[in-house]
């Protein structure tokens, strides 16, 4: 199901190319349409991350830092090479993984995470991280959201809190529902979640503080979901905020913090 849902992204992405050649240049027209969308694709895995380092504005962590040490001894451990470590006070309460082909991979720290979790905490969670990276994970994660984002960026606008009363409330449910189904599907899925963090405590055998750092992040107030950067960034997070309220007494298939965590520790 989740293959199927990106693969329909990927197909949803050149259909306005494809019509917009047709209606240039009828017959010729859908090929170049199809070529531009191809190129604008290119451009979108080409500077996804870059785009989103720069909106942050987040901080290199130094070599003085003791998490800097600690990702490159265990980046060293996993196999991997360079990987990036930030810190960002504009999401402050997760972590969060960028991936690209064509660059480094990319772990920001939120800045309220060094005050909430405890050191063994935030390292398992950079650990999880990196182990994201080396399971391909978050170059999915990466591709998928931007092209999410991108395909619904004029229904996002429905979300603004101005438009929630009435025929615009009525509209905006409707509206975001697809966008909020294939979030699930992609990122917060039982299955894949399950699956994902099963691998990871096989390999760490850090069921304890993982849980508790999953518990911890799941009690924090969700940012704005109106705006269209947060919209990206809680895809892209290690663990999830409280539910949305506007779909989950409608679809109960996502797998929440609170349920995740309890996972967790009924298994441990």
Known sequence: MRALVFISLILLWFVPF??????????????????MGLICLFLVVLLSDKLMIFFT???????????????????FRLGLEDVGIYSSSRFSGNIYVLDNIF????????????????????????????????SGEAIFRSLANFLLIIIFLPILFFGKENSSKGLFSTLRFFFLSPFYLAKVFLFRREKNLREEDHKFLQESGLRAPFASAIFKIGQVESFNRDNLLSCFFQNLALADHQEEELFQNFFDFEYGPSARYKTLVKES
């Open 103 to 134: 660059s480094r991979p990319k772990i920001i720290i939120g800045e309220g995470l060094l005050q909430m979790l405890s050191h063994g905490e935030l390292q398992v969670l950079v650990y999880y991280a990196l182990f994201r990276v080396k």
């Open 57 to 75: 504005n987040p901080r290199r962590l130094g070599e003085k830092e003791k998490m800097m040490d600690y990702v490159k001894n265990l980046s």
């Open 18 to 35: 494809a019509v917009l050649g047709m209606f240039v240049w009828p017959l010729q027209g859908e090929v170049i349409g199809l070529g």
